[in-house]
């Protein structure tokens, strides 16, 4: 199936596809273009070799993780591409989770002020969410995503195939934003973490929060409005993943820690069932300090205050200019 | 006087206003925000501090020279900006000349994806050319301006009474641009060139070529098609400048000699005599073959072709689509 983003001339198709990956070319057709595969180490090597092999390009791979994700490996990128002689006629194309994702579309969107960019997300958390918004970025020092673009993919290519080559805890992990969205949006969506079997309806998940991803998206484009929805368990949730050493907590298990003190009273019981129920954590051994540091420093801070995200009712959300100091007590 | 640049939401005003250094409150409203000063050593040390005591600003100071235009000092503004806490109700601020400009606007336009920035060129070359026009970049390795962003400022001022600090041979430097756009464009503009008391004109000479600048960047903000133009002696110029170490010739000197081999019969000898009466080079001691390799990798190549800027008469221009090899047999 095809979700289409409409965003005036930087408008982009998101295929959800099972295979697309071997038939990459049907998706992605560059003319006499040069592509750049970008990929990591914790990606399966195939994925970049499929998708290199069809469109004739070459392959970059980088350490997995998030401490790659830094002006040393973005300039790497860049390197890369002028040693390939790389022009505005030629692509980058992103083959991995979001970090992947944000830092090739980050080289993509300033390597010659802007060439091609395509998204081929290989996490459940990148297919959900990242792949899609046009947020890219790198991180600085221990702030995420400091320093970055809003660029739009030439397209997205989700394969839910590859899924099934991740560890469980990546796939609960992605699963944190699905929640995120069908707390905010849709009771429905949200109803589905609430039952058992909640894995037989991956592609269902899927599409539903692309859906509520694209309309937030497409209301807000630069996030200068309803988009800071999205942001819902990220506050507190960036704030947590930038207290502990890199990698101790997945972003998705920051964002289902940082949910819970932003939910009311009535929301808040069915919130932690249903992160029991995918296995996500409801709580931890918080350093309240370097969490109110990393509050103080959050790049959504508007001066001293800061606007975060509450949902009272399942499928609602309110904004609310409060401060770090208020924030913290909450947890 | 004041110049509007007409660009949708991205439109902003050019002030020119001798003495606006010194009353830069009435010019730049930053609020409650946070300022910046982006400056570097070649710029006297009173301009910025000027700035940033009227606006009770902090000033970055980088070493002058295009040898500074690189992904160091780009890192070390951003962490500037992170040190100080600037959030997205802040500003950068650039007090310089292009270096200057084009490297803390990249900063600003990436920093939280986007902060405010204002441009104060202190150069002839930024003031009539490369404060406007919103193309923000760093090198890399030996190519200029490979890597940046497309990011208009919130307001440029132009103070023409700093020229008065500025040594001759930059001031020519920076006239090489002006008569580009004459060439190009404005008859009457190229005629003040032409005339040995061309210095008494600076005024009309900065307003000329910001109106050349001003209807080429409005009719193609991205560079896709008309603002081609631009690069009028700049892609055999670019590829001198790559060819000689780093600073052997200003970027200017590199356009004039640039330009004349782009000329045809009845313009090229008006232009060398132009370029003499202004005291810009007309020749010097090429390195044809590091020429060639610069010609190859210049970001403007399409695949194997070039797009290049001929003028058959003065005020006017046509593309023409040629290659390496063609162009280094011009020079």
Not at 49 to 62: C, E, I, M, P, Y
Not at 198 to 208: P, Q, R, S, V, W
Not at 264 to 289: C, H, Q
């Amino acid at each position: 199936m095809t979700v289409s983003m409409n965003l005036g001339k930087d408008s982009y198709d998101i295929v959800i596809e099972r295979g697309a990956l071997g038939k990459i070319e049907d998706y992605i057709d560059l003319g006499k273009g040069k592509a750049l595969i970008v990929t990591d180490s914790g990606v399966p090597a195939e994925y970049a070799k499929t998708v290199a092999d069809r469109l004739s390009g070459s392959v970059f791979t980088f350490e997995q993780g998030e401490k790659s994700k830094n002006f040393d490996t973005y300039k790497a990128i860049c390197e890369k591409l002028l040693e390939l002689s790389f022009t505005r006629s030629d692509a980058v194309i992103a083959v991995g989770g979001g970090v992947c994702g944000d830092m090739a579309g980050f080289a993509a969107a300033t390597y010659m002020r802007g060439i091609a960019f395509y998204n081929i997300p290989t996490t459940v958390l990148s297919q959900v969410d990242s792949s899609i918004g046009g947020k890219t970025a790198i991180d600085l020092g221990k702030i995420k995503n400091i320093v970055g673009a809003f660029y739009q993919p030439k397209k997205v290519i989700i394969d839910p195939d590859v899924l099934a080559t991740l560890p469980e805890r990546q796939i609960k992990n992605g699963l944190a934003e699905s929640i995120k969205m069908g707390l905010c949006f849709d009771p429905e969506l949200f109803g589905l973490f609430e039952k058992a079997d909640y894995l037989d309806h991956i592609e269902k998940i899927i599409e539903a929060s692309l859906k509520v991803k694209r309309y937030v998206v497409e209301q807000d484009e630069k996030e200068i409005g309803l988009r800071k929805v999205l942001n819902f368990g990220h506050t507190i949730g960036h704030a947590i993943e930038a207290s502990v050493p890199f990698g101790e907590l997945y972003h998705g298990e920051c964002v289902a820690l940082g949910m819970i003190p932003m939910c009311g009273e009535s929301v808040r019981p069915r919130l932690v069932a249903a992160l029991k129920n995918v296995g996500l954590p409801i709580s931890f051994d918080y350093d309240r300090e370097k969490i109110y540091s990393a509050l103080c420093h959050d790049k959504k801070s508007v001066g001293k205050t800061v606007t975060a995200v509450r949902c009272n009712e399942v499928g609602s959300f309110v904004f609310e200019q409060t401060t770090p100091k208020k924030l913290i007590k909450l947890i």
